[in-house]
């Protein structure tokens, strides 16, 4: 996606269900803030608010070609674009940035950054919990983090 270096954080302000990174970078001559993921082992992002100018482009496609990519950056209006799925950062977001000058680098920093350090536990345990289908239904509709809730009240209501 982007023209190596770039400047990444991991984007955890919200529980997004994946891991999510925001980068800023050069993408095609221009400084460009991209909020992406990885999948299949490449990166993704839906570069929907880049590219829906673009006819005719099917914009809920999960990946672009370079083409189609660079096309949307050199399309992509001087200002910024406000996406509400990806809401602008703030400066004190971007303490834990970190410089890669290549996928490779990016991916090993990433890791690093993930092990836990000796002795350390996992916070959480992993279990299998069957649920009424109309129970858990209700417990998705109520929004991201769940998950999170579910536990937090089980918690509270634990003997």
Same mark, same amino acid.
């Given at each position: 996606?982007?023209?190596? &270096?770039?400047?990444?954080?991991?984007?955890?302000?919200?529980?997004?269900?994946?891991?999510?990174?925001? $980068?800023?970078?050069?993408?095609?001559?221009?400084?460009?803030?991209?909020?992406?993921?990885?999948?299949?082992?490449?990166?993704?992002?839906? %570069?929907?608010?880049?590219?829906?100018?673009?006819?005719?482009?099917?914009? $809920?496609?999960?990946?672009?070609?370079?083409? +189609?990519?660079?096309?949307?950056?050199?399309?992509?209006?001087? +200002? @910024?674009?406000?996406?509400?799925?990806?809401?602008?950062?703030?400066? +004190?977001?971007?303490?834990?940035?970190?410089?890669?000058? $290549?996928?490779?680098?990016?991916? +090993?920093?990433?890791?690093?950054?993930?092990?836990?350090?000796?002795?350390?536990? &996992? @916070?959480?345990? @992993?279990?299998?919990?069957?649920?009424? &289908?109309?129970? %858990?239904?209700?417990?998705?509709?109520?929004?991201?983090?769940?998950?999170?809730?579910?536990?937090?009240? %089980?918690?509270?209501?634990?003997?």
């Amino acid at each position: 996606m982007f023209d190596f &270096p770039i400047v990444t954080i991991e984007d955890d302000r919200e529980s997004y269900g994946e891991q999510r990174f925001a $980068s800023l970078g050069w993408m095609s001559g221009r400084v460009v803030m991209m909020v992406w993921t990885e999948r299949n082992g490449m990166p993704t992002s839906s %570069l929907a608010g880049m590219v829906k100018k673009m006819k005719p482009v099917n914009t $809920s496609r999960r990946r672009f070609t370079q083409a +189609e990519i660079e096309a949307a950056v050199v399309a992509a209006p001087d +200002e @910024a674009v406000y996406d509400p799925d990806n809401p602008p950062t703030k400066p +004190e977001d971007w303490g834990d940035a970190f410089v890669s000058h $290549s996928l490779q680098e990016f991916r +090993e920093q990433v890791a690093q950054r993930r092990v836990r350090g000796p002795g350390k536990a &996992p @916070a959480k345990t @992993a279990i299998q919990l069957r649920l009424a &289908p109309d129970a %858990l239904a209700r417990w998705k509709a109520s929004g991201p983090g769940w998950q999170t809730r579910m536990a937090e009240l %089980l918690a509270a209501y634990a003997p």
